[in-house]
């Protein structure tokens, strides 16, 4: 307001000099007009001219008066519609979503980020009651806004509105206390969508918590690997020395078992280690083997039915590091025991489409995945799985490991009918030395 006041006092100072100026000099004119043409007439013409001397001086001055203010409203006008336009271009343009609303919560402005954030165009708000506060979040939204009109310091806070398909979105808002003349006081709301945010935070969260369940499952493999070498030497001493028959097969059984918990651990602490990657020929079928007989407990809980054929192989190599070529097959593996149900059935099919390539097939009839999230299906962080069943970094880290590899893989699926994870990797071709092949 402390600005308006002087252009006011100019316009009217402006006003009253400009017509007194014109008053004088119409005054001036006529008088000097009746002393040359009219000095010798009758009082009644001169009473006469007097009184038109002041309806003209009346009228021009009326006329002044009428263009001058109309001029400066029109130019106010101009100045408010240009200020309101680029307050408009100001609030469209913000990559946040504004809303202001009064104290009942009738909204009075609504921009095109909050149109894209909740579904609600601008005119299905205005004037309404705001339609994205969940009911449970009405006490919290009460409370900010007693704050904000308290005057208290600003406040970020992360919480829930719905959109108009009903869903609940994660937003960041903060509520501004707006204030437009003398009246009621308004708040404004500025939100943003931190959906992707919060969806990486848990699954940083996920994360932490399999690196941490990794390294006690490490931890705990090798304290077993003595008392499970301890228990195996005992056995096998007892089998020297017992001649019973029955007694000796149940021996036998329990040797074998013991030598499937040592393998499993074994296995367990061999892909627990990270060591320094160096690429050198390696049997792809043997690997495969390898993680195939890592996963057996996994897939016996599930009761699952794996055929694993890498004949077409015929002992073929590639150049690779056997530790991430071991994470690519348990990654693929792993997955596909996620999406089948108890008594499910995986296939392993290994094939030379031509002398210089392999390619692997891993099929499963599990859920399939939706033609809708292939495209993204190998995004990091995206997954279909349920929550807390996957971080959505398995595929991504898959594929990373075959590209290094100079291979190529994609899946085929659709819902309910399974899927197939194919990739294709270099087959290892010797030239001269191995020196000479190691890129």
């Not at 005057?151 to 609940?168: I, K, N, Q, S």
């Not at 149940?250 to 160096?278: I, K, N, T, Y």
């Not at 959505?392 to 490991?401: D, F, M, V």
Request: a negative charge; hydrophobic letters at 45%; one cysteine or more.
């Amino acid at each position: 307001m402390d600005r308006e006041v002087p252009s006011y006092r100019w316009f009217w100072a402006t006003l009253i000099l400009s017509s007194i100026s014109i008053v004088a000099a119409v005054f001036a004119v006529w008088e000097l007009v009746e002393s040359h043409f009219f000095r010798d007439v009758d009082y009644l013409t001169l009473h006469t001219l007097y009184i038109t001397r002041g309806v003209a001086s009346s009228l021009l001055l009326a006329s002044w008066a009428a263009w001058f203010v109309l001029r400066q409203r029109r130019q106010s006008e101009e100045v408010l519609q240009r200020s309101r336009e680029h307050y408009r271009r100001l609030l469209e343009v913000s990559p946040s979503a504004v809303a202001l609303y009064d104290a009942s919560l009738r909204v009075s402005e609504w921009n095109q980020a909050a149109e894209r954030l909740y579904g609600f165009s601008k005119a299905d708000v205005i004037g309404r009651a705001l339609p994205t506060v969940p009911r449970e979040k009405d006490e919290e939204l009460s409370k900010l806004l007693q704050s904000a009109e308290a005057g208290e310091p600003m406040a970020v806070l992360e919480t829930l509105r719905r959109d108009a398909r009903g869903t609940l979105v994660d937003v960041q808002l903060s509520v501004l206390p707006f204030r437009e003349g003398p009246g009621a006081c308004q708040f404004l709301e500025v939100t943003e969508d931190i959906r992707e945010r919060v969806r990486l935070r848990q699954t940083l969260l996920e994360v932490e918590k399999l690196t941490s369940m990794g390294k006690t499952a490490a931890g705990t493999a090798h304290h077993l690997n003595t008392p499970l070498a301890a228990m195996l030497l005992r056995v096998q001493m007892m089998r020297e020395r017992v001649h019973d028959g029955q007694t000796e097969g149940d021996l036998e059984q329990l040797e074998g078992s013991l030598h499937f918990c040592q393998q499993f651990v074994r296995r367990l602490l061999e892909f627990s280690r990270r060591p320094a990657a160096q690429k050198q020929p390696e049997d792809v079928g043997r690997i495969i083997e390898s993680v195939v007989s890592f996963l057996a407990p996994a897939l016996h809980a599930l009761n699952a039915e794996v055929s694993v054929d890498i004949e077409a192989l015929d002992g073929s190599r590639m150049l690779g590091d056997r530790n991430l070529l071991e994470a690519l097959f348990s990654i693929l593996m792993s997955n596909a025991l996620d999406a089948i149900p108890s008594g499910g059935t995986i296939a392993i099919r290994c094939a030379r489409p031509s002398s210089e390539l392999i390619e692997v097939r891993i099929a499963d009839d599990g859920c399939g995945i939706a033609p809708a999230d292939i495209p993204r299906i190998f995004e990091p962080f995206f997954t279909t799985k349920g929550p807390g069943r996957g971080t959505g970094l398995g595929l991504a880290i898959a594929r990373s490991i075959v590209v290094e590899h100079g291979g190529s893989i994609w899946l085929e699926s659709a819902p309910a009918r399974g899927t197939i994870a194919v990739l294709t990797l270099p087959v290892f071709q010797p030239t001269g030395t191995y020196e000479e092949a190691r890129p």
